[in-house]
């Protein structure tokens, strides 16, 4: 495949400043070329020419927490329990949605029933479209807590014999959960959250040791306590880190991916299917601890990456803007939700030929019809979405 995508407006998600009226060829699934647009030297006629004017080219999107496995909605758990055919079926569905909004790489961090795995096979295949997903198989939870559907364990032996179950079973990085105990439970006098960081850093060890990351759901104080501390590769949701957690976060180098769709779905959805008030105050109460999360870690230079939890939670798949939009009005500029969503996701999750857009590396680019740069809802009005150099999009 040659491509040229011509007289653009080009955001190479370096940190350099974006360049008007630049040219950018691909020839065999990556950037052969990249310079002003009067200066390509190349035939037109043995080349499909993509015409860029008014419209600005960045790096493809990256989505570094979704679960192909549930569509989301009002009632997005109860769809991890559906029949096989049906959550397989519908995950197939579910990236293809993906990959047209302009995600052309995620991480599906926890799927029933090894669905996510195979969905990383058939994509690799090329027997379905989809982002290049990496997954993690399903989530590990500390018995007593957290989803049915999750792979538990008590005591320190049985929590290594499951990370190395899921990497036997070709998970690609390693996701435990850190919750309190569900309701009836909690045996008497236990801790509040029994997945403890001594237990947590077991986790970090062996996954470390194996040479897989290791991400970790935390969305109350407790937890997120525990996991900014424990050198976790990736703090998911977060939203209650204080100060203190923060800093250790920035010390240990561990990426906040906020998922603030989480709430912003939540709270469409109390109204819109009347909710209890409870659920409704816990939508509130999340979305005020996210916001002062998010703005705390960039303060204390916590590196952030963007994940929307689009199936894990009341967010749907194929509205990666919405999770840009909602780092913008945190107060982050524009620039730095598009870097979390490509150069400093490909670093989470280990992309070094993608996330930006020079020579030599892998064409994932996304093409705009406004400029990002001044309001990042352009990431809605897509033209053209590249994947390895194809047009998919």
């Known amino acids: 495949m040659h491509v040229l995508i011509d007289d653009v407006q080009l955001w190479d998600g370096t940190g350099s400043p974006a360049q ?67 959550i397989s079926i519908r995950a197939i569905e579910l990236a293809e949605a993906s990959l047209r909004s302009g995600v052309t790489t995620a991480r599906d961090v926890g799927a029933p029933q090894g669905v996510s795995i195979r969905l990383v096979h058939m994509a690799r295949a090329g027997e379905i479209k989809a982002p290049n997903i990496h997954a993690a ?74 040479g897989f990351k290791i991400a970790c759901h935390a969305n109350d104080p407790a937890s997120c306590r525990i996991a900014a501390h424990a050198g976790v590769d990736s703090l998911e949701h977060g939203m209650f880190l204080e100060q203190g957690d923060l800093e250790a976060m920035a010390n240990n180098k561990t990426f906040l991916v906020p998922t603030m769709s989480v709430w912003d779905a939540m709270l469409y959805y109390a109204h819109a299917v009347d909710w209890p008030e409870a659920r409704k105050k816990r939508a509130e109460d999340l979305r005020q601890g996210s916001r002062l999360a998010v703005m705390g870690a960039v303060r204390a230079g916590v590196q952030v990456a963007l994940g929307t939890d689009a199936g894990g939670g009341a967010a749907r798949h194929g509205r990666i803007a919405r999770e840009a939009e909602l780092m913008v009005e945190c107060g982050l500029e524009p620039r730095d939700a598009l ?55």
Not at 172 to 191: T, Y
């Open 20 to 86: 008007a009226r630049t040219s950018v060829e691909i020839r065999d699934g990556r950037i052969h070329w990249i310079g002003p647009a009067s200066q390509w030297q190349g035939s037109r006629p043995t080349v499909q020419i993509v015409d860029g004017r008014a419209r600005t080219l960045i790096p493809g999107l990256m989505d570094c927490h979704v679960h192909y496995s549930s569509p989301g909605g009002p009632d997005w758990i109860a769809r991890f329990s559906d029949p096989l055919p049906e």
């Open 137 to 210: 198989g399903t989530w590990i939870a500390h018995r007593g807590t957290y989803v049915p559907f999750a792979r538990h364990f008590n005591e320190a032996h049985e929590l290594r014999d499951a990370i190395r179950m899921e990497i036997e079973a070709g998970a690609e990085l390693i996701k435990v959960a850190l919750s309190g105990w569900n309701e009836g439970a909690r045996p008497k006098d236990a801790a509040e959250i029994p997945f403890s960081e001594k237990l947590l850093s077991v986790a970090v060890e062996e996954a470390h040791m194996a």
């Open 339 to 393: 870097i979390a969503a490509t150069s400093s996701a490909s670093k989470l999750i280990g992309e070094d030929e993608r996330g930006t857009i020079e020579k030599g590396k892998i064409a994932d680019l996304v093409l705009l019809d406004a400029d990002p740069l001044e309001n990042v809802s352009a990431l809605r009005l897509i033209a053209a979405v590249f994947q390895g150099g194809r047009r998919v999009a």
